[in-house]
């Protein structure tokens, strides 16, 4: 059998007798392309999985599997996403807070807490507990689930528009602001789900005007 670390006990210390507790995170809010995503997580309280940590932690399979793992075993999760038009308009954070809003909004059970890698959402009329941590996602595996779910489904939207714009690479960077990305950037001008307020993409833009 395999062995299962269990690193993520947050939960099970501070909050013992919370039986729904609700992690939230983001994913795409420092690319320069593409929607932000995020998700909302309820784990079994005491839950254990080897593989869901940080989603960061882990290599693009083991996130796939880890999505897997969550979507089986969670009491329940929503994921959202935020185009570029709210982006735009309200700039990433609060982008990124409007998401975290909707996921609660989306989900089935109502909490008893809820766990938010450091942002502070309003949930209308919640009436249990919110806290927002630092470096959440390596604390509360509810978090952690919820930035798995929130990076792969971001990862499959992007590897899609890969497909409508080939010449970005998307599939590799996943919008995200590399040496790649830049230089086709340069090469191929704006597409249509570049994020216009992003001062790289804003350069860009300028520069073709002069």
């Known amino acids: 059998m395999e062995q299962v670390i269990y690193h ?5 210390i501070n909050y ?7 992690g939230f995170d983001e994913a795409g809010r420092g690319a320069i392309a593409g929607p932000i995503v995020v998700a909302a997580v309820i784990l079994p309280l005491g839950f254990k999985s080897n593989l869901i ?3 960061k932690q882990l290599t693009a399979k083991q996130r796939e599997q880890a999505y897997q ?3 089986e ?6 994921i959202t996403i935020i185009g570029l038009d709210v982006i735009e308009n309200i700039n990433p954070k609060q982008a ?9 909004a989306n989900l089935n059970l109502q909490p008893n807490v809820c766990l938010i890698d450091f942002e502070q959402p309003n949930f209308n009329n919640f009436q249990g507990i919110t806290e927002s941590l630092v470096k959440g996602d390596q604390k509360s595996l509810n978090i952690a689930a919820a930035s798995i779910l929130a990076k792969v489904f971001r990862d499959w939207m992007m590897s899609n528009y890969h497909q409508f714009y080939p010449n970005y690479c998307f599939i590799n960077h996943k919008g995200y602001y590399t040496k790649l990305h830049a230089d086709n950037l340069k090469k191929y001008g704006v597409s249509l789900i ?3 307020t992003y001062q790289p993409v804003k350069d860009i833009i300028n520069h073709n005007k002069s």
Do not use: Q, T, W
């Open 53 to 55: 940590k940080d989603s």
């Open 69 to 71: 793992i969550v979507l």
């Open 73 to 78: 075993n969670a009491l329940d999760y929503a």
């Open 16 to 22: 013992p007798n919370c039986d729904l507790i609700a």
């Open 8 to 12: 993520y006990n947050y939960e099970l």
């Open 96 to 104: 990124s807070v409007k998401g975290m809003e909707i996921a609660f």
């Open 194 to 196: 570049h994020r216009k």
